[in-house]
């Protein structure tokens, strides 16, 4: 009920963010001269180029720099080594097995070879009415994406500003869009199932998440809705679905709210179910290791007199069936050997997360879509709950373990 009541209050001062936010695109951090669309590599120069390892290792860390036109690429222990240009205000990212990585950008998609670090291509969208290539948390483009299974396929989500967006498909061998599906405002995250099966798209200012079939995008579409405190607030509200991670275990969709609701969704019936969180902060980045631990960035309070500050949850696969009051606050850590919660926290606020391979360090980019924002990450090692943080690129959002 807490929340219910915040929608009145929070709308106002979402709409004062907004204006804020909106003074800050039309002042982008981005060099102006954010590179054209590339004519896309030839064959045999996608074959020089991919899985190439003549400068980078394994284990090191690529951001997208929302702040400007750029990658960035961080060394875990020394901080950034260097930048490659993509394309204006990158967003979400998707490296594959082939060592290209898949940058959407207010202009397009840019293909990065990692390994000589060296933009491949920008491909272009199909999709109207983004406006200029901007900066900003409402600028029109690319935001979520995510690669098929078999690499042959990535799906960005597209920005329209002030009304619906896309997902759009695009070959990763030809390097073009293949095809546009319409979907929910604002796809902040787009996932895939575990089979290639179908693409989930959700969208932010909708309250839902898209179910694409990626065999049929003209009437493969199903709209589920996810509003776990309503939708009474509308665009003006934050309690919308940021992120989303599907389950290993059945390949369920998991959308955290507000540090409180963890929105269990079943792709095919759209049926949900509400499991309990315990950080009480707002959440955006999401993401699951392949044993089922899932990991939750908290950015801080909606209201500073009810709620606490950023933070980083572990949740592990099995967890205690029963959960601490929500009353008791005197530890951070809410006991992960029984199976609950760990809450971490974190200086300042974040946006996305990711892990390493092996699952001990967790990396949490700080560049947050809204006011707030720092350049760099928070280096986690989810044990322990030890904390460092590590200068990395310009506002990054996007991140990836190499």
Same mark, same amino acid.
């Given at each position: 009920?807490?929340?219910?009541?915040?929608?009145?209050?929070? @709308?106002?001062?979402?709409? *004062?963010?907004? %204006?804020?936010?909106?003074?800050?695109?039309?002042?982008?951090?981005?060099?102006?001269? /954010?590179?054209?669309? %590339?004519?896309?590599?030839?064959?045999?120069?996608? /074959?020089?180029?991919?899985?190439?390892?003549?400068?980078?290792?394994?284990? !090191?860390?690529l951001? *997208?720099?929302?702040?400007?036109? !750029?990658?960035?690429?961080?060394?875990?222990?020394?901080?950034?080594?260097?930048?490659?240009? &993509?394309?204006?205000?990158?967003?979400?990212?998707?490296?594959?097995?082939?060592?290209?990585?898949? &940058?959407?950008? %207010?202009?397009? &998609?840019?293909?990065?070879?990692?390994?000589?670090?060296?933009?491949i291509?920008?491909?272009?969208?199909?999709?109207?009415?983004? +406006?200029?290539?901007?900066?900003?948390?409402y600028?029109?483009?690319?935001?979520?994406?995510?690669?098929?299974?078999? +690499?042959?396929?990535?799906?960005?989500?597209?920005?329209?500003?002030?009304?619906?967006?896309?997902?759009?498909v695009?070959?990763?061998?030809?390097?073009?869009?293949?095809?546009?599906?319409?979907? +929910?405002?604002?796809?902040?995250?787009?996932?895939? =199932?575990?089979?290639?099966g179908?693409?989930? *798209?959700t969208?932010?200012?909708?309250?839902?998440?898209?179910?694409?079939?990626?065999?049929?995008?003209?009437?493969?579409?199903?709209?589920?809705?996810?509003?776990?405190?309503g939708?009474?607030?509308?665009?003006?509200?934050?309690?919308?679905?940021?992120y989303?991670?599907?389950?290993?275990?059945?390949?369920?969709?998991?959308?955290?709210?507000?540090?409180?609701?963890? $929105?269990?969704?079943?792709?095919?019936?759209?049926?949900?179910?509400?499991?309990?969180?315990?950080?009480?902060?707002?959440?955006?980045?999401?993401?699951?290791?392949?044993?089922?631990?899932? #990991?939750?960035?908290?950015?801080?309070?909606i209201?500073?007199?009810?709620?606490?500050?950023?933070?980083?949850?572990?949740?592990?696969?099995?967890?205690?069936?029963?959960?601490?009051?929500?009353?008791?606050?005197?530890?951070?850590?809410? =006991?992960?050997?029984? +199976?609950?919660?760990?809450?971490?926290? #974190?200086?300042?606020?974040?946006?996305? $997360? !990711?892990?390493?391979?092996?699952?001990?360090?967790?990396?949490?980019?700080?560049?947050?879509?809204?006011?707030?924002?720092?350049?760099? #990450?928070?280096?986690?090692?989810v044990?322990?709950? @030890?904390?460092?943080?590590?200068? /990395?690129?310009?506002?990054?959002?996007?991140? /990836? &373990? #190499?």
């Amino acid at each position: 009920m807490k929340r219910r009541l915040l929608v009145a209050v929070t @709308a106002v001062a979402l709409l *004062a963010g907004c %204006a804020s936010q909106h003074a800050n695109s039309s002042q982008g951090k981005g060099d102006s001269s /954010a590179p054209s669309a %590339a004519k896309p590599a030839s064959p045999d120069e996608r /074959a020089a180029t991919k899985g190439s390892t003549a400068k980078t290792p394994a284990g !090191t860390v690529l951001v *997208a720099d929302f702040g400007a036109d !750029t990658v960035t690429f961080v060394d875990p222990d020394k901080g950034p080594v260097d930048s490659v240009k &993509v394309g204006t205000a990158p967003y979400g990212l998707a490296v594959g097995d082939d060592g290209r990585a898949w &940058v959407a950008t %207010a202009e397009g &998609v840019a293909v990065v070879d990692t390994g000589s670090r060296t933009r491949i291509a920008l491909i272009p969208y199909e999709t109207r009415n983004l +406006g200029e290539p901007t900066h900003g948390e409402y600028r029109g483009g690319g935001m979520g994406i995510a690669l098929a299974p078999d +690499g042959e396929h990535v799906y960005v989500g597209v920005n329209v500003p002030d009304a619906k967006g896309t997902l759009e498909v695009v070959d990763t061998d030809t390097l073009k869009v293949t095809g546009v599906a319409g979907v +929910g405002r604002r796809p902040f995250d787009v996932d895939v =199932s575990w089979d290639g099966g179908q693409v989930y *798209a959700t969208g932010h200012d909708s309250f839902d998440v898209t179910v694409v079939d990626p065999a049929d995008l003209d009437g493969g579409t199903r709209r589920i809705e996810v509003a776990p405190y309503g939708t009474e607030g509308g665009l003006g509200s934050w309690l919308k679905p940021h992120y989303a991670a599907v389950r290993p275990s059945d390949g369920k969709l998991l959308f955290p709210f507000e540090g409180e609701k963890l $929105v269990v969704v079943d792709p095919d019936t759209g049926r949900s179910t509400t499991e309990r969180m315990t950080a009480n902060t707002h959440q955006h980045g999401t993401t699951v290791t392949p044993d089922g631990t899932l #990991l939750v960035v908290g950015t801080g309070p909606i209201d500073p007199s009810r709620d606490e500050g950023p933070s980083l949850t572990v949740r592990p696969k099995d967890r205690s069936s029963k959960d601490r009051s929500s009353k008791d606050r005197s530890s951070k850590d809410r =006991s992960s050997k029984d +199976g609950k919660e760990k809450v971490i926290p #974190l200086d300042g606020p974040h946006e996305d $997360v !990711t892990v390493s391979t092996d699952g001990r360090t967790a990396y949490v980019t700080g560049g947050f879509t809204r006011d707030g924002y720092w350049n760099g #990450l928070t280096v986690v090692d989810v044990d322990s709950g @030890a904390t460092r943080r590590l200068a /990395a690129g310009d506002r990054p959002l996007g991140i /990836a &373990v #190499l």
